[in-house]
């Protein structure tokens, strides 16, 4: 598909995402109704991906709006949620909106919760790491993967060594822990129990953009090497060049494939590894073809869609892979 005919297709499918879950408040703040913390960070991401891909002004205007909205709802301190790799998520989101709109607001909010965060999940134990939880009894994907992505785009921001030196020890640790010769991103370390060896595509998608990141900021081929690896396992080994039909379930998973979506378009735009993107375009166009008369499309892309699903963040996801295989407005 042409770019031309993809970018229509990736604004059709974010405005229509946007007129069925986007709740516009008169206060000026907004929400994606029916969701928690979390995927409303992640949506924010989404916004994000669509500001990348096009710049047009209304993502910035929509970024803004569904940003007051979380603070109204959660305020400025995050510390409360004992989630770490729930405030990573947002840090993330205020980190690129800053780089894109230069609001100091985000900044503040991006370096201060990576802080937080970092203060009190890094240890020892394993040999370092992020805790999950506050609890202190897993290290996982899902913090540590993120966590390299923030401190990556804080350094960009800052040029403060502190966040590099931080991303590659987080880095280092996953790697030694959670990933595998095969280009496995393993779920967890558990203190008592061990390996979790699980893979999702969030955690693969998290890894491979944190390679993308180490790679630009320190020229170390074996960044991208790991990048290829970890997506080489997705695509060939986890669906077999095939589509993205599971993670439908429960609360969280349905989402996660736009996590890997933006960050397997950072491998392709940006380190010219284009073997994946016929793959993409395949997922997007079965996404859209099986989309409902809303618009809408549903996270397992080989069916149809109804036409009530069951969340927005299930649907978030397919609106990601449309603007992940768009190249980068420079």
């Given amino acids: 598909m042409d770019t031309n005919s993809r970018m229509q297709i990736a604004d059709k499918a974010m405005k229509s995402f946007i007129a069925r879950y986007f709740r516009d408040d008169e206060d000026g703040t907004g929400m994606i109704t029916g969701e928690f913390y979390w995927p409303r960070a992640e949506i924010m991401e989404v916004v994000m991906d669509a500001w990348d891909k096009t710049q047009d002004p209304y993502y910035q205007e929509l970024m803004g709006k569904m940003y007051r909205g979380f603070v109204k709802e959660f305020g400025e301190d995050w510390s409360n949620n004992p989630f770490n790799d ?15 709109f230069h609001e100091e607001i985000y ?22 790491g992020l805790f999950w939880r506050i609890e202190n009894t897993t290290k996982n994907a899902c913090i540590n993967g993120p966590a390299v992505i923030a401190a990556s785009l804080l350094y960009q921001i800052t040029k403060n060594q502190s966040y590099l030196d931080r991303a590659i020890a987080i880095y ?3 790697v030694k822990k959670l990933f595998g010769e095969d280009g496995a991103v393993y779920d967890c370390y ?8 699980w893979c999702s595509t969030y955690n ?11 790679h630009q900021l320190t020229g170390e081929e074996k960044y991208v090497k790991n990048a290829v690896l970890a997506a080489d396992y997705t695509m060939e ?4 060049n095939g589509i993205m039909n599971n993670e439908a379930d429960g609360d969280d998973m349905p989402g996660f494939k736009g996590i890997l979506a933006r960050w397997l378009s950072k491998l392709v735009y940006e380190e010219n590894q284009t073997k994946y993107f016929a793959w993409m375009e395949k997922n997007a166009d079965s996404a859209w073809l099986h989309r409902n008369t ?7 892309w080989e069916f149809p869609t109804n036409e009530f699903p069951r969340c927005a963040w299930g649907c978030s996801a397919a609106v990601a892979q449309q603007f992940a295989c768009l190249p980068y407005k420079k």
Wanted: net charge negative; charged share 20%.
């Fill in 190 to 197: 558990n203190l008592e129990k061990g390996l979790n060896a």
């Fill in 172 to 174: 280092d640790w996953e």
């Fill in 107 to 128: 900044l503040q909010q991006a370096e201060k919760h990576f802080n937080l965060v970092y203060d009190r999940a890094w240890s020892d134990d394993l040999g370092g």
């Fill in 204 to 214: 693969q998608g998290t890894f491979i953009g944190a390679s993308v990141f180490l």
């Fill in 86 to 100: 729930d405030i990573m998520w947002m840090t993330i989101a205020c980190a690129r909106a800053y780089q894109a």
């Fill in 294 to 300: 809303q618009n809408l499309m549903w996270t397992a």
């Fill in 237 to 240: 080994y986890l669906y077999k």
